[in-house]
């Protein structure tokens, strides 16, 4: 199993950003996906996660702001993230569970002015 995480960078706040994940090596279309994110000096936390049927759940800090979809077809997971803060600044990391945890290589989103 690969996950391979895209899309970070430096942005303003109140600005957007869309993290991808791409995955091989799993049946990812009955497989919950997640991202998780780590702040300097802070644990790894649940940002958002999809399961196989589309249902979402979100960490309150994040809802309404950022959105998780899937694409089955093209075995891949989005972070569509808005009204970003400094607050979110951090490593997101692209996770799942096939057997055992797996996790992605993480992208570094960070705001700033």
């Known amino acids: 199993v690969q996950l391979q995480a895209s899309g970070g960078g430096l942005v303003q706040p109140g600005g957007s950003l869309r993290l991808s994940c791409k995955a091989s090596g799993m049946n990812f279309s009955i497989s919950k996906m997640a991202w998780y994110r780590q702040a300097p000096g802070k644990q790894r936390e649940l940002v958002a996660n999809i399961t196989s049927s589309g249902t979402t759940n979100y960490a309150d800090s994040v809802k309404g702001r950022f959105t998780i979809s899937r694409d089955n077809a093209r075995r891949l997971v989005h972070l569509q993230m808005n009204s970003l803060s400094p607050e979110d600044t951090a490593v997101y990391y692209c996770?799942?569970?096939?057997?055992?945890?797996?996790w992605g290589q993480g992208t570094q989103v960070t705001v700033s002015s």
């Open positions: 996770n799942t569970h096939y057997g055992r945890t797996y």
